[in-house]
């Protein structure tokens, strides 16, 4: 079945660099997004990856993707306190209504 | 670009009453747009797609005469929570898929309804 799993927590200090992990079950995924929420907001699209590609940079945010082992990854350098959020990972699949299937998020703390 | 709004951000209510949330893309125009609720400290749970033009497909479990949905124009869908109880209490989330990046789901704000 389809399924995506996070690490729920995360920890580190101002102006290291944050890896956020994430693996996934279906191999058929055509995206795989970050999404950043911050307390009582909605949800903010970081970026994305097409799924034959295995590295993408932005910035600050550099996805990793390892399709044979369906891992994701997002790394955020320089980490700042306005990056503490719950960072979700989501597989997107083709078709219109496909719908997307989501992590539970990994809450990032960023200690001053 | 790519802003989604909804209204109102924060309702509170009585039980039994109905609440209808709007769903508006401001800068795309969205044929598909999801409606989804989270709870405290867990993840989204998709409710229902919602097409325009038409109806809208519900998640199994979500009763469509309870949330009832309508996308009634490219930039507009809305969310009915009808005669609402407690544990309707919850953060709901809409999100549009732009028709020109069909790749993307752009978020709103959320809208937050406690039933009293």
């Known amino acids: 079945g389809e399924d995506v799993e996070q690490s729920l927590f995360l920890s580190v200090r101002e102006g290291d660099s944050s890896v956020i992990n994430c693996t996934y079950t279906?191999?058929?995924?055509?995206?795989l997004y970050w999404y950043k929420q911050e307390p009582g907001a909605g949800l903010q699209l970081l970026t994305y990856?097409?799924?034959n590609m295995d590295m993408k940079q932005d910035q600050r945010l550099t996805v990793l993707l390892n399709k044979k082992d369906k891992h994701l990854s997002l790394r955020i350098a320089d980490t700042q306190t306005g990056d503490s959020a719950i960072y979700f990972c989501a597989e997107g699949f083709a078709g219109n209504n496909r719908k997307l299937i989501w992590g539970l998020g990994t809450s990032l703390a960023v200690n001053p | 670009g790519a802003v989604v709004s909804q209204h109102p951000s924060w309702v509170i209510c009585k039980s039994g009453t109905s609440v209808k949330i709007e769903c508006r893309s401001l800068d795309f125009q969205a044929t598909t747009m999801f409606w989804y609720r989270q709870f405290p400290k867990q993840s989204l749970m998709l409710m229902a797609t919602?097409?325009?033009?038409?109806?809208?497909?519900?998640e199994q479990g979500v009763e469509k005469d309870k949330f009832l949905i309508n996308h009634a124009s490219l930039t507009l869908s809305t969310l009915t929570v009808t005669s609402a109880h407690p544990e309707d209490s919850s953060f709901y989330i809409c999100?549009?898929?732009?028709?020109?990046?069909?790749?993307?789901?752009?978020f709103g704000p959320g809208t937050r309804l406690l039933v009293l």
């Open positions: 919602s097409n325009e033009g038409s109806k809208a497909t519900y």
């Open positions: 279906d191999s058929s995924s055509t995206y």
């Open positions: 990856i097409f799924s």
């Open positions: 999100s549009a898929r732009d028709w020109g990046r069909q790749e993307t789901q752009y």
